[in-house]
């Protein structure tokens, strides 16, 4: 098993910059990727970011690219999502996932996720 727990999230003004964090622990070793989703009222979960456990590869969504930075802390076991240049569009709870294997891109690919941490943006 593996277990995520998010934090950092809040209220933020429109141009303005967040952290969100996710810790990791239990069977981390079996990680091969952890990404970020979010997920805004009424729309489907999507890819935000992700991360090779090793921290070797990061991969982005066209909608974080050139704001948004995925970082990882070995000696932590936590990864972050630092996100600069915040819209109201980027409101939503942002969630954390675990991939063994798949498709870093898929939500479905992810067997474990985090509670979620709400990101609110004003405009």
């Known amino acids: 098993q593996v277990q995520l727990v998010e934090s950092g999230g809040g209220l933020v003004q429109a141009g303005g910059s967040l952290r969100v964090s996710c810790a990791v622990s239990?069977?981390?070793?079996?990680?091969?990727?952890m990404g970020w989703f979010r997920q805004a009222p009424g729309k489907e979960r999507e890819f935000v970011a992700a991360?090779?456990?090793?921290?070797?590869?990061?991969y982005y969504a066209d909608s974080a690219k050139g704001r948004f930075t995925i970082s990882r802390d070995n000696a932590k076991n936590t990864v972050y999502l630092h996100m600069n240049s915040l819209k109201p569009e980027d409101t939503a709870v942002y969630y954390c996932?675990?991939?063994?294997?798949?498709?870093?891109?898929?939500?479905?690919?992810?067997?474990?996720w985090g509670q979620g941490t709400q990101v609110t943006v004003s405009s």
């Open positions: 996932g675990a991939l063994r294997s798949g498709s870093f891109y898929q939500k479905y690919a992810y067997e474990y």
């Open positions: 991360i090779t456990w090793s921290g070797d590869s990061t």
């Open positions: 239990g069977r981390a070793f079996s990680v091969y990727v």
